[in-house]
């Protein structure tokens, strides 16, 4: 049974940063792509960033803020929020799936995800 549990969200003024973690369990290696979608009050699911075996996406909105990184002997994958915005104010989730699907921003396409972790950047 594969669980993805996320941990790290809190609450930052804007500029500052936040490191999120996604700890995996259950996953074999067959799998194309783990990350994190968001979701703002009121707006749909938006793919932010994810990570394969060969490459990673950024979405626009957070390109040259955030930083995506695993490591295989923890099965962990962390994002690292630097510069934070009152608009990156959002529940993160976990995800496995698609690369595709994250590019696009197809959060029910994906074949796993997390409970998700809030992250609030207020003043």
């Known amino acids: 049974q594969v669980q993805l549990v996320e941990s790290g969200g809190g609450l930052v003024q804007p500029g500052g940063s936040l490191r999120l973690s996604c700890a995996a369990s259950?996953?074999?290696?067959?799998?194309?792509?783990i990350g994190w979608f968001r979701q703002a009050p009121g707006k749909e699911h938006e793919g932010v960033s994810c990570?394969?075996?060969?490459?990673?996406f950024y979405a626009d909105s957070v390109k040259g803020r955030f930083t995506i990184s695993r490591d295989n002997a923890k099965n962990t994958v962390y994002l690292q929020m630097n510069s934070l915005k009152p608009e990156d104010t959002a529940v993160y989730y976990c995800?496995?799936?698609?690369?595709?699907?994250?590019?696009?921003?197809?959060?029910?396409?994906?074949?796993?995800w997390g409970k998700g972790t809030l992250v609030t950047v207020s003043s």
């Open positions: 259950g996953l074999t290696s067959d799998y194309d792509a």
């Open positions: 995800a496995v799936g698609s690369t595709y699907y994250f590019h696009v921003s197809n959060y029910n396409g994906m074949d796993y």
């Open positions: 990570i394969s075996r060969s490459d990673t």
